[in-house]
């Protein structure tokens, strides 16, 4: 809109601040996830192999949480630069075909489409989970799933398993909608704090600023941004360091 | 009874099974009483501060997930190596005193009693959580809590709100009881399986042998015990390394 | 030099790229940091209270390898977004004035100057520990130090101790210089053949296209830089997904 | 000799204490063997594929630290328990046959021997780099790798490079004598601490009792055991919590 010249007025893009983009989906979608999934399905994570299919934030604290719990996690990746870090923090990097084959859980979380298709369930292991925290609806191909299936009933709530022709079983949570969402409570509650805080005090600045400001997208001014993290770490028990009036003036002067 | 001469058939200390003991209470009780906390309250771990109380298997498991999620952890411990292992693995190590006015989430797993106490309630942070994965209902002194408090709701589904005359509020999980039975669904299925598994082939073992055992306390023969582990693996994708006739000669020279 | 119009040839911002800077400082300082710390004084980090001084691609390194043997970690930052991030990855934030008085090793890693000052010297326990990772000389105030001391000896090679008034002792490690540099090899080899590999692809595209090229600051080309990390990761055995021609028609019509 | 009646004095089996094995293996072996193998090679970690033969204490401690460091590790074991505690805690359990073909670095810590044999190195990748932590020099079979070489230089201090007829390269740690005696300086000081503490007590408990104990071997006393605990404590900032009344007398009950 704004670069149509379509924005009248000054609004602040405020998914930009980091107060909301640095915690929500790594930390929060993270581990809602692992709840959503260990809550519906009471199955054990140690010693299982979960492939955790792309290693943007979602994926970094997937992987990260998993492992937490016992698991060997198996990275699937087409980014280099993530895949080299993925290696670099331990995970093993393999494309989707191989990693079908050893996976007891696969969690997507790429924002893309398509990642769990049919050529994958053809020969994923019996019982093998799968569950969706990445794109709406389009991550795990439900509808090639489904096609395959010779059978598929509800084996628990939230949790559909499809029983292929060879007898193995595919289980797929929430359908593969985001399970944290649609099986759970979705963000834990100071996550959502601190995404409310980003908004609340947005709209704030825009009302009192509101002759001051042209029209066109703003970013929400540091200060507020880091007023926000320094309360939730207040709130934690925990307390920055204060740069010193020396340290203050070689930052400046270095930049 | 073996002691006094009154047991007059044979039986098998099925919980002496390594497969039983290993794995139950570190692995299967620290999943599912984190599942239980996080699905009924909702809130986020990273960066809290929990203190565990108790560093045997239960708290073991607890400490080592509970920081998988990013929370810091206090151990609260009475016995010094106990203390000096998990110190050695990074965790701190206090006494309740001082642990009580840190901590936003408080986790008992001692098998003892009367760990969080009146003099505890009475300096926790405004909001601290409560929950119980020990002994069934005493480590959490819940009458003297009632007592010290103003007003006391169900702030939740498994949560008790107390607040105290200062305005204080601490939330405890499932009354003191076992968090991850009574707020949940108790051990993941494949402890179950692997307690199930040593407690059907006890009784197998049993019968297929009564003529020839005398009456008294036997151990789970060693290899149906290994049996049951070499089971698990196999279902994992794991797999054993086998010992050469030569390393088979040197353990049994050594010994 | 561009911004004045003096730069006359086109030149290639190596250090910009991503094979460069997502994996030396965090990786290869931090690995080689502990590595020069253990090897030159034989301490165990089981157990002990390590400071990091500074959040960035560094002390992340540093906080997380630390952790990894064991040591409780403090993390010292000024900026509220990666104190929040260093609390949500479990760590405890505090300002030096208060670190100081717990620490056991202090490692410093924040590119600015002053960071450990006399009044944290004060303060300090029997045996503390002072390393730098961070900025040339001058992180540890090394002239206060020497000067508080009423005796300097080198107690190890690369490491001098300073003994204050109070019987206490300090320890430093190469002098307040670098440490894995001054006391060790420095960097890794594999973080080594990343930046060279940079390098010499920068200077072999820039003698390839010096015709085409217009004098100025240029970006290694994304194609090169991806080339770089895919040998590397070929090398480590770990293999990336290729994107399908479906979710490459997504990705560019969602930008 | 207690057994043949030929011992005549009254001896303390020192090695028993707690405060001796429970800390040297697992975190003195583990980090001074990373130390060493880091310095005398100057390899990164991260990334790399660490087999780790034998999950006892010495593995335990390789396997945590080196994923410290963001190595993927695979465990090579015999015993079904230990390899299930393996993969419970997150690590892939492989026979050796497997590991040796995807292995970067290789770790023995078993106490066996003929762990790292022909067959192995005759599939091991071009660089794979071997060392021993574990029995003094028969765990890697380093005769059978001298005569399978076609070339063999010390292409480092402390290390060993093989060229095999195909080409490859094997680099062999202090020719696969202890690690990190060989190649480095043993326990960190702390842990010989605790050890020459427990030999120490020993000897002075012996002397003061000598006309009270009768000829044999005996324990330590828990008490003596437990101060050297607690000093360690101490030592690193940490404090117990003192049992109530109440909780001895339930304890005393209970057992």
Redesign the interface.
């Known amino acids: 809109m704004e670069r149509d010249g379509a924005l009248e007025i000054p609004v602040i893009a405020a998914n930009d601040a980091?107060?909301k983009h640095?915690?929500d989906n790594r930390?929060?979608t993270g581990?809602?996830t692992?709840?959503a999934i260990?809550?519906t399905t009471?199955?054990?994570?140690?010693?299982?192999?979960v492939v955790v299919?792309g290693y943007g934030w979602v994926g970094q604290g997937l992987a990260?949480?998993c492992?937490?719990?016992?698991?060997?996690?198996v990275v699937?990746?087409?980014?280099?630069?993530k895949?080299?870090?993925a290696?670099?923090?331990?995970?093993?990097?393999?494309?989707?075909a191989?990693a079908a084959l050893?996976g007891?859980v696969f969690l997507t979380g790429t924002?893309?489409?398509?990642i769990l298709r049919r050529e994958h369930f053809e020969v994923m292991?019996d019982g093998a989970l799968l569950a969706n925290s990445g794109n709406y609806a389009h991550e795990i191909d439900v509808a090639a799933l489904s096609e395959l299936a010779v059978e598929e009933r509800e084996a628990r709530l939230h949790v559909t398993e499809y029983v292929l022709s060879d007898g193995r079983r595919i289980h797929l949570l929430a359908k593969g909608a985001l399970v944290n969402i649609a099986a759970?409570?979705g963000h834990?509650?100071?996550?959502m704090d601190l995404s409310f805080s980003v908004q609340a005090l947005s709209i704030h600045y825009l009302a009192n600023r509101a002759a001051e400001l042209a029209p066109g997208v703003h970013a929400l001014p540091a200060d507020v941004?880091?007023a926000i993290?320094?309360a939730?770490?207040d709130l934690?028990?925990?307390?920055?360091?204060?740069?010193?009036a020396?340290?203050q003036e070689?930052?400046r002067s270095?930049r």
Chains 1, 2, 3, 4 share one sequence.
């Open positions: 980091r107060c640095l915690f930390y929060g581990q809602s692992l709840t260990l809550a009471n199955l054990l994570l140690a010693g299982k192999t299919a990260l949480y492992r937490g719990f016992g698991a060997r996690i699937v990746e087409t980014d280099p630069f895949g080299l870090e290696a670099s923090n331990g995970f093993e990097v393999r494309p989707m191989e050893v007891d924002g893309s489409i398509g292991k759970s409570d834990p509650v100071e996550i941004d880091e993290a320094r939730r770490l934690l028990g925990m307390r920055l360091e204060e740069a010193t020396e340290q070689y930052a270095w």
